[in-house]
C-alpha cells in the first residue's frame, strides 16, 4: 500500500482565527486513520491553549519541548543565531542527525493511538522575551522513522521572517471568508516562490454559501493561487472550539479527507 504522506513535514499556516490548529487536528485523525503514525508538533508560542485540547481534549499540553535542548539560555533566535538546533550535549545538527523517538523523556509528548503532541513552548512570563528560541526547535525538530509531522505555526507571516519553513515539505494555507485571509494568503505565496518552495497549496475553511465559495475561488483565480478544496462551516466544529473539546466526526472531516487525497497526488 502507497503511503506518500511518510517523511513528509507540513507546515499549516494562515491568519489569526482562519482554523489552522482545527484543520491540523483534522488532519492528524484521518492520517492516523489511514495507519499513519502522525506526529504534530505545536509551534504557536501565543496560544495558551495550544491543540492539546482539540487533538485528545485535554486542558494540560505537555512539557515544553525547548526545555530538552536546553531552554533559552541555550536556544537563540534563529535571526540573531542562524546555526542548527542542537541536543544539549551534542554539536551535531538535528537537521542531519535527527532526533529518535526513544531519546524524548515521556513527559515532552502526549500521545493516543499513533498521534504524538509536542508543543514547543508558551510564553509564560512578563517580559520573558520574545518566541524566537521556540521558533528555532520548531524549524529543526525533525524526527527520523516512519511517520508524518504536521506542525501549527502562529498566525499571520513572521515566521516566514526567521525560516521556520526551511525544513518541511509543503506548506498549506488555510483561508477563512475574509479580505484579509485572501491577502495573507497572496503574501505567502510570494514568500513560498522566494524560498523555492514550489508545494504551497491553500484550503479554503468556515466557508458557510455556495456564493461565498464561488468569491473565494474567484479572488484566489486572480492572484494565480491554487486551492485544493473547501472545507465548509460545521457546527461541530465550531463548538468544539467554544468548549474545549476534541473534534468529532462532521461535515468538516469528510471534506478535509477529500482535501488529503488531493495533497496526497501532490505529494
Do not use: W
Not at 504534530?40 to 487533538?55: E, H, K, T, Y
Not at 455556495?210 to 485544493?228: D, F, N, V, Y
Amino acid at each position: 500500500m502507497s503511503k506518500p504522506f511518510l517523511g513528509k513535514r507540513i507546515l499549516v499556516c494562515g491568519k489569526g482565527g482562519c482554523g489552522k490548529s482545527s484543520i491540523i487536528s483534522l488532519m492528524a485523525h484521518i492520517l492516523r486513520d489511514e495507519t499513519y503514525r502522525v506526529i504534530v508538533l505545536d509551534g504557536d508560542a501565543s496560544n495558551p491553549g495550544g491543540i492539546a485540547r482539540l487533538m485528545f481534549g485535554s486542558t494540560q499540553g505537555p512539557k515544553a519541548l525547548i526545555r530538552f535542548f536546553g531552554g533559552r539560555k541555550k536556544v537563540e533566535c534563529p535571526v540573531d543565531d542562524p546555526a542548527p538546533l542542537t541536543r544539549i550535549n551534542d554539536t551535531a545538527p538535528i537537521t542531519e542527525k535527527n532526533i529518535d523517538l526513544a531519546e524524548i523523556p515521556p513527559e515532552y509528548f502526549m500521545e493516543k493511538e499513533n498521534i504524538f503532541l509536542f508543543q514547543v513552548g508558551k510564553i509564560e512570563q512578563f517580559c520573558e522575551g520574545c518566541d524566537g528560541p521556540m521558533s528555532k526547535v520548531t524549524r529543526d525538530f525533525i524526527v527520523k522513522g516512519q511517520h508524518v509531522q504536521l506542525i501549527d505555526v502562529e498566525a499571520g507571516i513572521e515566521h516566514f521572517g526567521r525560516g521556520v519553513e526551511q525544513n518541511v515539505d509543503l506548506i498549506l494555507v488555510v483561508i477563512d471568508p475574509t479580505f484579509e485571509s485572501l491577502l495573507i494568503a497572496e503574501k505567502i505565496t510570494h514568500l513560498c516562490s522566494q524560498m523555492g518552495k514550489a508545494r504551497v497549496y491553500t484550503v479554503l475553511n468556515k466557508v458557510q454559501t455556495k456564493e461565498m465559495e464561488s468569491i473565494m475561488l474567484a479572488e484566489l483565480k486572480k492572484k494565480k493561487i491554487e486551492t485544493l478544496g473547501v472545507v465548509h462551516f460545521d457546527d461541530e466544529l465550531i463548538k468544539a472550539g467554544l468548549m474545549g473539546t476534541q473534534l468529532r466526526e462532521g461535515i468538516a472531516r469528510e471534506d478535509m479527507k477529500m482535501i488529503i487525497k488531493k495533497i496526497a497526488e501532490n505529494l
